[in-house]
């Protein structure tokens, strides 16, 4: 009878350089390479995919994800576990910082937000309003020009070591131009489709950069899921 891998498998060992941050990256896609499909994506994976998620919650201690990604998934705030009552906060990069504030992002969430915007849509007088009424739900915090690499910066300083992000594809792209991911998670759902809706990762500048990274695990459900988690070269199991 075949068995199920466990979240532990999934997850696996962290990977790191000693007395430094580590970055986990954990996305689902179609056989083709599209995250959503008729511009959902929670339709892609399975329970187990779901799971890994929850599991690289539990490690992390703060989540990045793009406000993109927020809209267009309806995400609420990291729920509590048994193994871990104090959940870690979502930082979320905007610049805009248009949001629906009648969403389960305003009122499902048990640790303030952290809402990652750059310095130039801080200092637009015409963003003051959004300012106010972000800060009644978490701490709004500048980014200096913005980009993923300062957004990162700006959360190591503070102390964050475990970094797992979500998405979408802009983000992943700003991480690995500045060569931050040291574990990939990809989930392929067994699904086909004729168009790439949603890229896994989207290049915001004119260079396209590459990184070797090596298998470190490849697993399968009977129903055709296939779990794949990559690590950087460059740092060590613990």
């Known amino acids: 009878m075949y068995k199920w891998p466990s979240i ?21 896609s179609t056989i083709t390479g599209s995250t959503s499909v ?13 799971e890994l998620l929850l599991g690289l919650r539990e ?13 267009a998934e309806d995400y609420a705030g990291v729920q509590p576990t048994d193994k871990k009552p104090n959940p ?47 800060q009644a739900f978490g701490e709004v915090i500048s980014t200096g020009s913005g980009t993923v690499r300062e957004c990162l910066t700006t959360l190591v300083n503070r102390g964050f070591v475990r970094i797992s992000c979500e998405g979408g594809p802009s983000i992943l792209g700003g991480l690995i131009s500045a060569n ?13 489709t004729n168009a790439v809706e949603s890229p896994i990762t989207r290049c915001t500048s004119d260079t396209t950069v590459k990184h070797k990274m090596r298998l470190e695990s490849s697993m399968h459900c009977p129903d055709s899921t296939l779990f794949l988690r990559y690590g950087h070269p460059r740092v060590n199991s613990m």
């Open 8 to 28: 532990d498998q999934l997850i696996g060992p962290e990977r790191r350089n000693q007395d430094d941050y580590w970055v986990r990256a954990v996305f689902a």
């Open 38 to 50: 008729n511009g959902r994506s929670q339709d892609l994976g399975n329970q187990l995919d779901t």
């Open 59 to 71: 490690w992390a201690e703060v989540i990045v994800v793009g406000s993109g990604t927020v809209r």
């Open 88 to 134: 870690a906060p979502l930082a979320v990069m905007t610049s805009s910082l248009d949001f629906d504030y009648d969403s389960r992002f305003f009122h499902d969430y048990h640790v303030p937000h952290l809402f990652m915007v750059p310095e130039s849509s801080l200092q637009d007088p015409t963003n003051y309003t959004k300012v106010q009424k972000l």
């Open 180 to 192: 931050a991911v040291d574990q990939f998670y990809l989930t392929i759902d067994p699904t086909l």
